[in-house]
């Protein structure tokens, strides 16, 4: 159900069995009445997030679908320390609430370039 953002995202998710609350920003304010399992684009059982009372599911409003935008909530400031490009995933962007409630970017969203940015080949003059 979530695009691009995994375990290689919330890394903590798998390590601890944290629960990080979750809302879909275009939804928001609807009732949350449909169960869903939320899982991130990695082929591995790390990549399926905790459920709602100790079940594999979490109540999202219905209509919710791949591609909303995905909003977790008490993340904190490790999250953005702790993202890896696992599979070469580019890493998500970020996004944060200002105290005066204005939405503002902190990370860009990695792109496919930025995975090689750092390579070298030895030998190999460009």
Not at 26 to 51: I, Y
Not at 102 to 118: G, M, Q
């Amino acid at each position: 159900m979530v695009r691009d953002a995994g375990f290689n995202t919330l890394l903590e998710h798998t390590n601890y069995r944290w629960y990080f609350r979750t809302l879909f920003a275009g939804r928001a304010g609807a009732p949350a009445d449909t169960r869903f399992r939320r899982a991130g684009p990695l082929c591995d059982g790390g990549d399926v997030f905790a459920g709602d009372d100790d079940t594999p599911y979490r109540r999202f409003p219905a209509g919710t679908s791949v591609g909303d935008l995905v909003v977790f909530l008490d993340a904190g400031g490790y999250t953005l320390e702790t993202m890896n490009d696992c599979s070469a995933r580019p890493r998500a962007g970020a996004r944060a609430i200002t105290l005066v409630g204005d939405v503002v970017e902190v990370r860009r969203r990695e792109t496919n370039s930025d995975l090689s940015a750092f390579d070298l080949t030895p030998g190999f003059e460009p």
